[in-house]
């Protein structure tokens, strides 16, 4: 029988900061929105940290979100509730 232990939960060693890009299309709020989507999950969330990057043709916008997790399950939910945003449209 194999041992069921040789892969880890995760290849992320927690706690760390970890990049989250957010795109969606150019919005007066977006940055706002995903600020406040993120702090719902992660309280010491420091909007400072996002680096933001326009499309060429000024049709949409990325965020990259620097957040600090302790769990895989955090980051999951981070994750799984940016996805579900109506105006979020790709989350990596």
């Known amino acids: 029988m194999a041992n069921q232990n040789i892969f880890p939960e995760s290849l992320i060693e927690f706690p760390c900061h970890f990049p989250i ?3 969606g299309e150019v919005h007066d709020e977006f940055t706002s929105t ?3 989507v ?3 999950k992660n309280k ?3 909007p400072s ?4 990057k326009g499309s060429s043709e000024g ?5 990259t979100c620097f957040v ?5 399950a955090e980051l999951d939910d981070i994750y799984l509730s940016l996805s579900l945003h ?5 989350v990596l």
């Not at 049709?59 to 965020?63: P, V, W």
């Open 21 to 23: 890009k957010v795109m």
């Open 34 to 36: 995903v600020i406040e």
């Open 38 to 40: 993120i702090k719902q």
């Open 44 to 46: 010491k969330f420091d």
């Open 49 to 52: 940290t996002i680096e933001m």
């Open 59 to 63: 049709r949409y916008i990325s965020l």
């Open 68 to 72: 600090y997790v302790t769990s895989k």
């Open 86 to 90: 109506p105006m979020i449209k790709v």
